[in-house]
């Protein structure tokens, strides 16, 4: 009985506090676009000790920038990983025959029983874990490289604000 007291407690408080998180940053964002509007209204358009668009859009840049510079290199580590990885050597026809030939001969001994599956081969697993890594490395990459393009051009676009934001 204690632990799923404990449970619901812990379910109960991450709620709370995602809920109360998602809650204040709505009132946040409500109050500030009141706080735009009126200011709107009474014909004030920039305020005091704010700094320029330009230079909200160039930190928003070289953010995003970062930020595909990271994936980019994430990626390109978990693609060269896979690298020296080989698939498995398949098994050879002699063994397939050799290994068919045994459970015939026992399965006919104690009655029809249902062949056993091949045990694990931890070549395979390695195998596919490497390929389904090699995968995602390559999505990364270009998941990198879409996001730094996005930051090249907010950059672009800050330079394109600061030249006409002073005329």
Known sequence: MWHIWVSSFGVMTAILVI???????WQRNRHSYQLM????????????????????????GVAILALGVGLLIVGGVAY????????????????????????AAESQAPG?????????NPAMERWHHAQNQES???????CGLIVILLGVVRTV???????YASK
Do not use: C
Not at 157 to 163: D, G, H, L
């Open 80 to 103: 060269a990983l896979t690298q020296g990885i080989q698939p498995p050597e398949p098994p050879s026809a002699q063994s397939i025959v050799a290994g068919s030939q045994m459970e």
């Open 37 to 60: 509007q009126a200011a709107v209204e009474r014909g004030i358009t920039e305020f005091p000790n704010a700094p320029p668009n330009w230079l909200i859009s160039l930190r928003q």
């Open 157 to 163: 676009f800050a330079r394109i604000e600061r030249k």
């Open 112 to 120: 029809h029983e249902r062949p056993k599956p091949p045990g694990p």
């Open 136 to 142: 995602v490395g390559l999505a990364t990459m270009g």
């Open 19 to 25: 809920g109360g998180y998602v809650l204040l940053q």
